[in-house]
């Protein structure tokens, strides 16, 4: 079964980067019967689809914030990977990552979450 | 963007109740549309998928309904494990969107 667990800082400063790793267990990383996607929810507000990696390599990104966003992975640790660039204020969330089915796009599992807050 | 708007935002119910929560897209989406519950602490869960199919591993209480731009989710008879928040999701265009949620407390 499927498990997905993110990781990192959960205090980054303005204008810097924040970097997370969601490691994926219970199942082969390179299965093509999904990808791997990213998701965050501020305080107080709804979901937000960040991007998603297919294991064709191909990369899909919200537009807006596809100028400062990149997600990769590392096949051989079974681990991908979230940057986001010049953070501000407003990227204060519980970042999630998550499985996608690539025909209809559903995400499960996801993660429990990490919480990551903007502050100096 | 495709606009997805959730009523209510939050309910208050009972062990028992049957409760409907309404999904609304601002176009077509046909039936790409997906519900998840979500706790604080915990990994989302999905629910429903393609508007009305049930994952696996969900319990019968919980169907989905809609086609279009208007959908529902019913949890036929609250038990104390669905206090929690539920969102739904468009996947008919890109970027995917979701609904704001909708609280389901006691």
């Known amino acids: 079964h499927l498990q997905l667990q993110e990781s990192g800082p959960g205090l980054v400063k303005p204008s810097e980067t924040l970097s997370l790793t969601c490691t994926v267990s219970g199942g082969s990383f390179n299965n093509l019967t999904y990808y791997w996607a990213w998701v965050r929810q501020p305080p107080g507000k709804g979901l937000e689809w960040i991007g998603s990696?297919?294991?064709?390599?191909?990369?899909y990104y919200n537009p807006s914030l596809k100028s400062r966003v990149t997600i990769s992975a590392d096949t051989s640790k079974n681990q991908f990977y979230l940057i986001l660039n010049s953070v501000t204020a407003a990227d204060t969330a519980v970042y999630f990552c998550?499985?996608?089915?690539?025909?209809?796009?559903?995400?499960?599992?996801w993660g429990q979450g990490t919480l990551v807050t903007v502050s100096a | 963007d495709i606009q997805m708007t959730q009523s209510p935002s939050s309910l208050s119910a009972s062990v028992g109740d049957r409760i409907t929560i309404t999904c609304r897209a601002s176009?077509?989406?046909?039936?790409?549309l997906n519900w998840y519950q979500h706790k604080p602490g915990k990994a989302p869960k999905l629910l429903i998928y393609?508007?009305?199919y049930l994952q696996g591993g969900v319990s019968s209480r919980f169907s989905g309904s809609g086609s279009g731009t208007d959908f529902t989710l019913t949890i036929g008879s609250l038990q104390p494990e669905d206090f929690a928040t539920y969102s739904c999701?468009?996947?008919?265009?890109?970027?995917?969107?979701f609904g704001q949620g909708t609280k389901v407390d006691i």
């Open positions: 393609a508007s009305s």
């Open positions: 990696l297919y294991s064709s390599g191909n990369t």
């Open positions: 999701q468009q996947t008919y265009i890109s970027p995917w969107t």
């Open positions: 998550a499985s996608g089915n690539p025909v209809r796009n559903w995400l499960d599992p």
């Open positions: 176009q077509s989406i046909s039936n790409y």
